[in-house]
């Protein structure tokens, strides 16, 4: 499978701390982004890094990339209730113009 | 306002019948995705298609069948041929930027039951 991985699986903190999840991922990418679903709800998507890109930041949110290690991290700062959801990575593997292959995501719970 | 819809937003279905999802956009996108979720489960590409009147198979595409017959619509059928169908299906559509597909726009998904 191609399917790339997120850790952890679920994560649960309080308003306020930040929540890390990472994302491995097995082959070369061309881009990676980072999706948030609320449950039930369809996708939506957060920020893209291109593949010659290190850190991105988008508000609270900061993603990194470490092509050599083929892993990605996105950070949440100063976590809120309203962040709970599920987040999912997905690469854009190089070579393919369409198909982005999801991780099975990281369950955020953020207690008030 | 700007988007993707999908309807219905929960579909049942008795085993041996016919469904079709619809998925309607109207951000003037090319490309449209439909997707299986199953519980814990991160998104499997069921087809995708790039232009009007053509379209690709993804990973799981056995038991479902797709048309395009317009840039806006892009309807997936689950058949009867399909022998696990309970999940959530997500459409998508995305747009063509300096020769490449980026980032996908999600309608709101539909729970589809096999009773």
Redesign the interface.
Known sequence: SQ?GEEDPQALSIQEGENATMNCSYKTSI??L?W?RQNS??????LI?IRSNEREKHSGRLRVTLDTSKKSSSLLITASRAADTASY?C?Q?SAGS????T????TLLTVNP | DGG?T?SPKYLFRKEGQNVTLSCEQNLNHD?M?W?RQDP??????IY?S?IVNDFQK?DIAEGYSVSREKKESFPLTVTSAQKNPTA?Y?C?S?ILEG???????????T?LTVL
């Open positions: 399917q061309n881009n982004q999706y039930g709800r369809g996708l939506v998507h893209l999912f997905a854009k113009n369409y198909k982005l999801f991780g099975k995501g | 993707i999908q490309a995705y997707y814990g489960q991160g998104l499997r590409l995708y790039q993804g959530f997500l998508a995305s020769g490449r597909y980026n980032e996908q726009f999600f309608g709101p998904g729970r």
